[in-house]
């Protein structure tokens, strides 16, 4: 009967869980392990390229190639008798504005990618954490049963010592009557 109730119990329990709970509860019971996410892997053509601009501009061979592409400019405007971009280097700011506006959407798109695969991973890294403390809270239920079977022996064993005294206690006093 109480092991009825502690069913429905547990079954009102497991009701109130959300989804991702749930699924960690079924892979416990099932002993299956928490899969690794393998979505990280089909990123797209513009998904890869994004990461890689990003990569290289957010490095120091990015910054060293712009000063040198920069000062290369700068100095073939002023070797040269009749520059392509005079002094206020229009053109250069022109081209660097470009690049600045391709750069930060492509910079944003790697972001968000990575904000995703990092979402994926803490949930990830939940469902294991959680498949972990479901796992020690077992081991404690078990060793709780271990140690609450060797108390009983201990009992049991303590009563026939007592017993035992007793029965010798009562031959000493009868001996020595």
Not at 49 to 76: E, H, K, P, Q, Y
Not at 106 to 123: E, K, P
Not at 132 to 141: D, P, R
Request: net charge negative.
């Amino acid at each position: 009967m109480a092991l009825m109730a502690d069913a429905r119990r547990l079954a009102a329990e497991i009701e109130r869980l959300n989804t991702p709970e749930r699924r960690i509860i079924d892979r416990f019971i099932h002993g299956s392990r928490v899969p690794p996410d393998a979505t990280q892997d089909s990123a797209s053509l513009g998904d890869r390229v994004a990461d890689r601009v990003t990569a290289l501009g957010g490095s120091w061979t990015f910054i060293v190639l712009t000063v040198a592409a920069i000062g290369i400019w700068m100095f073939a405007n002023a070797a040269i008798a009749k520059p392509f971009d005079p002094f206020p280097y229009i053109l250069l700011n022109l081209v660097l504005a470009c690049l600045t506006v391709l750069q930060a959407p492509l910079i944003m798109m790697s972001q968000n990618r990575q904000a995703s695969r990092d979402r994926l991973d803490a949930q990830h890294d939940y469902e294991v954490n959680m498949k972990a403390e479901m796992e020690v809270a077992g081991l404690h239920a078990k060793l709780d049963e271990i140690r609450d079977v060797q108390w009983l022996e201990l009992m049991k064993i303590q009563q026939q010592q007592l017993a035992l005294l007793t029965e010798l206690a009562a031959r000493r006093a009868r001996t020595t009557e």
